[in-house]
């Protein structure tokens, strides 16, 4: 079979771009830190979201240390605020550090984004989501609810303050136990 040289061209630049769709896929899945929320965070009874001492973490939430190098924060999202991070009580963690945010609704389905970073969640009643991120820069980055929620969905957002690491002080009495 003759195929002609003009023909082996378009057939090796159509091979070309083959090879880069799939790089760039094979990139986007594994290169760019994408990570999916699985389950990993488990189950928890909604309407006990916010009872005392039932030790889940989210009757007390915030920040609590596990070590030097990672924190967890416990957060519960309801209409239409987040506690902590809406207001004057942002989620303060330092950076450069392993920080696992571990997000539930007493309510509705809400959502966890933080503004350029690439955490980003669904937070179902019912369910905790858990995403666990680095922050190398410092700085005050926005915190968004994505899913409509209700009727001031729009104004149900926060803020995380990224502290450097020699500026950040711990508060003891957020610990859990
Ligand atoms: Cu909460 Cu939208």
């Known amino acids: 079979m003759q195929v002609h040289n003009f023909e082996k061209v378009w057939l090796g630049a159509a091979l070309l771009l083959i090879v880069g769709f799939i790089a760039t896929i ?32 989210f009757d007390d939430p915030g920040v609590v240390k596990q070590n030097d190098s990672h924190y967890v924060v416990y957060v519960v999202a309801q209409q239409f605020q987040f506690s902590p991070g809406t207001g004057d009580n942002p989620i303060r963690i330092p950076a450069d550090t392993r920080v ?37 820069n410092p700085g005050t980055y926005g915190l968004v609810c994505h899913e409509y929620c209700g009727a001031a969905h729009h104004e149900m957002g926060g803020s995380v303050e990224v502290v450097p690491q020699s500026e ?3 508060n003891e009495t957020e610990v859990q136990n």
């Open 26 to 57: 094979a990139y986007g899945t594994v290169g760019a830190g994408v990570q999916m929320v699985d389950d990993s965070g488990g189950e928890i009874d909604p309407q006990a979201v916010q009872q005392s001492n039932t030790g889940t973490g």
């Open 100 to 136: 696992t945010f571990r997000v539930t609704s007493a309510d509705v389905t809400h959502g966890f984004s933080i503004v350029e970073t690439n955490i980003n969640t669904m937070v179902i009643p019912g369910q905790v989501s858990e995403v666990t991120a680095r922050f190398d």
């Open 168 to 170: 950040y002080t711990y």
